[in-house]
Each structure stands twice: as structure tokens, then as C-alpha cells.
């Protein structure tokens, strides 16, 4: 009932092995030039997104220096409401709306 599992590395000779390394060796020296490529390409996008957000910050901040400067707001106290209200918090008036005088005449 103990079988041993054979694996490739068990079965293969010493003259396999070394072919076995030689294939991926070749493999390898195959996929530098690929990866070297790809590299490089890879490298452009990064210097083009760095030279995109470098022209988006100076626009951001000709954009800040050219803005007016912020004015302080005084606070406003908050508008009460028209509409009166008992203690217990039922409505003891209807709202109506305001006539403008000088529309009348």
C-alpha cells in the first residue's frame, strides 16, 4: 500500500537532465529580446503618464494663482419659519403668501 509517486525528475537520466536545462536555457535567451521589448515599451508609458500629470498639475496651479481670492463668508443666521407653531407642535396658522403693494396699483 506505500507506492512511491514517481516524479519526471526521478526518471530522467543525467544526459536528459542536461538537455532538459539546454531547452530551457534556449527557452530563456528566446524571450530576453521579447521582454526587453516589452520593457522598454512599458518604460515609455511611464515617462509619457509622469509628463501628462506634470502639464496637469501646472495647469491646476496657473489655474489656483489665477483665481480671485476667497472672500469671507459671514455666516447667516439661520430664517425662522413663517409658519407658527404651538408648543405641542401643531400648526395654529395657515401660510400665506405676501402680496407686493406696488402690484396692486
Do not use: W
Not at 530563456?28 to 515599451?41: D, G, R
Not at 518604460?43 to 491646476?60: G, H, P, S, Y
Not at 494663482?65 to 395654529?92: I, Q
Amino acid at each position: 500500500m506505500s507506492e512511491q509517486k514517481s516524479t519526471p525528475e526521478q526518471k530522467m537520466t543525467p544526459e536528459e537532465m542536461e538537455r532538459r536545462k539546454a531547452e530551457i536555457t534556449k527557452y530563456h535567451k528566446e524571450q530576453i529580446e521579447f521582454l526587453n521589448t516589452q520593457y522598454a515599451y512599458e518604460e515609455l508609458l511611464t515617462k509619457i503618464d509622469e509628463v501628462r500629470l506634470r502639464r496637469m498639475v501646472a495647469i491646476n496651479r496657473q489655474a489656483q494663482m489665477m483665481a480671485p481670492e476667497p472672500e469671507e463668508t459671514v455666516p447667516t443666521p439661520p430664517v425662522e419659519s413663517e409658519t407658527p407653531v404651538a408648543h405641542d407642535g401643531n400648526l395654529t396658522a395657515t401660510r400665506t403668501l405676501k402680496k407686493d403693494k406696488d402690484a396692486n396699483q
